[in-house]
């Protein structure tokens, strides 16, 4: 049975009991879909491909941990017909959570040599209301074939409480984009214009290298068009010019257009996202946490320690918006309002566009009904200029660069608007784009704790640590507002030091490891049939030395090295017998002289 075949399933510990519960007969009823083989122990196991995995495999017993002590932790693992680890994705409640409120727009890419088996890492990803990049769960692959990444969205979509994503990202992929025209029909597939620009002086190279000024014509064509007509035209007069109708390579990529090309994609949400830059940075990151040689089951680790990191950073932007007030540039009513909305980065953008508003001059040319149609320019400017079509009566407008309907900010075109028909009193709320706001996360959305069994929750000293340092950065930004917080603060931190400290010698029957939870671990998850073995290690491409042919000169007999002291072969000066001998003389020379003022040293502390 292939991947595509089955219905991705979401394992959970309800799952898992479910399935101990089972009689033996039950387990060997399908003899066809089941292998029995013998293991090491001659023991036999079943190797089902499809079938759920087991207490004894490298990494799943860290997943049931994970479950443990986080409810809302989800995972699947497919299996081969060898009893070896396949596809396999995972996610905990944070990822889940943030997929409920930052879930719009996702980004996934994939990347090699984040382990020593040469499975791609994907962490789908997106941007949170910092505009900080935010997982949505990741993956770790056997291959990047189009069976894969279906198993990958089927599975990681059964996870994600919400909607599907409207807009998602990647890279110029075939596999990826069959994938994603199967599973999620409905959603806007953009490419990642960087990874399709980056080929273009490989595949036009005689054009590059013919005429100078293509590149910047062509760049311009891309990047500066603000609307699909203006694009066409350019595209089709740089076509014309440069005798570029018949390349291949070129129509192929002119067909996919709307997938890339920004005039075609400006009025859709892409959260200021427009390549697969978010998940190259977060493969960027990780790497600081694992190596091509890191091993599955410590890849997940350092994995929950990367996120750890990554979710600090984010409650150390809350606790910057919760606690500091920004300077304001300028006297508008609106840009003191939309401080105290937006997070402290969403803030920064909408106060750049406010404040390069002043840059540019707004005109009426145009009237249809109720809305006045305003052209937009750079001050001593003629071009480029922008249409700004204006509903006065519900204070609404649209710009030709779309940069709400884009990004979520209000563009600076329609601040000049507002600014020449003083509409700077109040913000608009619907320019506030909830997901960008200090409350994105104060909505109710789904209890993911519920999807699975409740367990005694076995709380690693690790996840305690960092619970607290979230809760010192807040104490620590109120302590540091005046000396007499600070000194306070002070006090009370000595006070509880010690307190703790005296604490050390008592044993809580309900620290960590109890009794209780090891046993509940032990009963739920003894007598399983299988063991899931390590994915095939990959070896590094490259001919074996022993294979690769010695040019003539390298048989020849190389000249023997003489000791730079001795001037005999055999040995360098590092090993010398000479050399050593009067080493060990010196040494011995020495050795009553450093006795004696040991004794003179001891004696004198005695003293």
Request: with cysteine; charged share 25%.
């Amino acid at each position: 049975m292939s991947a595509n075949n089955k219905e991705p399933e979401t394992v959970s510990l309800c799952d898992m009991v479910d399935d101990l519960v089972h009689d033996e007969s039950e387990i060997n009823e399908d003899q066809n879909n089941v292998d029995l083989s013998l293991d090491d122990s001659n023991q036999p196991f079943a190797c089902n491909r499809h079938s759920e995995p087991h207490l004894d495999m490298g990494m799943y017993k860290y997943f049931i941990e994970s479950q443990c002590k986080n409810p809302g932790f989800v995972y699947a693992i497919e299996v081969d017909e060898y009893g070896c680890m396949g596809n396999c994705f995972w996610a905990d409640a944070r990822s889940r959570m943030a997929y409920q409120y930052f879930g719009d727009v996702v980004t996934f890419d994939a990347t090699y040599q984040t382990n020593r088996y040469k499975m791609p890492f994907v962490p789908f990803t997106g941007v949170n209301h910092h505009h900080q990049s935010v997982m949505f769960g990741c993956a770790l692959l056997i291959n990047e074939t189009a069976e894969s990444y279906t198993w990958l969205l089927k599975t990681w979509l059964n996870a994600m409480p919400g909607n599907p994503p409207s807009t998602i990202i990647t890279d110029d992929d075939k596999a990826m984009a069959k994938a994603i025209a199967d599973v999620l029909p409905n959603a806007t597939h953009r490419l990642c214009m960087w990874h399709l620009l980056q080929k273009v002086p490989e595949q036009l190279s005689h054009v590059y290298n013919k005429y100078p000024h293509f590149q910047e014509e062509f760049y311009h064509c891309i990047h500066d068009t603000i609307t699909i007509e203006e694009f066409e035209l350019e595209w089709s007069k740089i076509m014309e010019k440069y005798g570029l109708g018949d390349n291949d390579w070129l129509g192929n990529l002119y067909m996919r257009r709307e997938r890339w090309v920004p005039a075609y994609l400006r009025s859709s949400f892409c959260a200021g996202m427009s390549t697969t830059q978010r998940s190259e940075s977060m493969n960027k990151f990780f790497k600081d946490y694992v190596r091509s040689s890191t091993t599955i089951s410590d890849f997940v680790y350092q994995y929950e320690l990367a996120l750890n990191a990554r979710y600090l950073k984010e409650k150390e932007q809350d606790v910057k918006t919760k606690n500091s007030v920004p300077i304001l540039k300028t006297c508008y009513k609106l840009e003191a309002e939309a401080a105290k909305v937006y997070t402290r980065k969403m803030f920064m953008k909408f106060q750049e566009e406010l404040f390069c508003s002043k840059k540019y001059k707004a005109s009426k040319y145009h009237e249809e009904g109720v809305k006045k149609i305003y052209k937009v320019v750079a001050h001593g400017r003629e071009s480029p200029f922008y249409e700004v079509s204006l509903d006065i009566v519900e204070t609404k407008a649209i710009c030709t660069c779309h940069m709400f309907e884009f990004v979520g900010i209000i563009c600076r075109h329609i601040l000049a608007v507002f600014v020449k028909k003083s509409l700077v009193h109040f913000l608009p709320s619907h320019y506030i784009l909830e997901r960008w706001t200090i409350n994105a996360k104060k909505h109710i959305v789904h209890d993911i704790s519920s999807d699975v069994v409740q367990v005694e929750p076995q709380v690693s000293s690790t996840m305690m640590r960092n619970s607290l340092m979230l809760q010192f950065l807040e104490v620590a930004e109120v302590g540091s507002q005046s000396e007499k917080q600070y000194k306070h603060l002070g006090q009370t931190l000595r006070k509880v030091h010690e307190e703790l400290l005296a604490m050390q010698d008592v044993q809580d029957v309900d620290d960590l490891g109890s009794p209780d939870n090891t046993i509940l671990n032990s009963q739920v998850l003894s007598n399983l049939p299988m063991t899931l073995r390590d994915p095939p290690h990959v070896p590094s491409k490259g001919r074996p030395k022993a294979l690769r042919q010695k040019h003539p000169k390298e048989k020849q007999l190389m000249k023997k090295r003489k000791c730079s002291i001795c001037k005999e072969t055999g040995h360098v000066r590092t090993n010398c017998p000479t050399h050593k001998h009067s080493r060990d003389v010196a040494n011995t020379s020495l050795t009553p002289h450093s006795e004696s003022m040991h004794q003179q040293q001891s004696q004198t502390e005695v003293m």
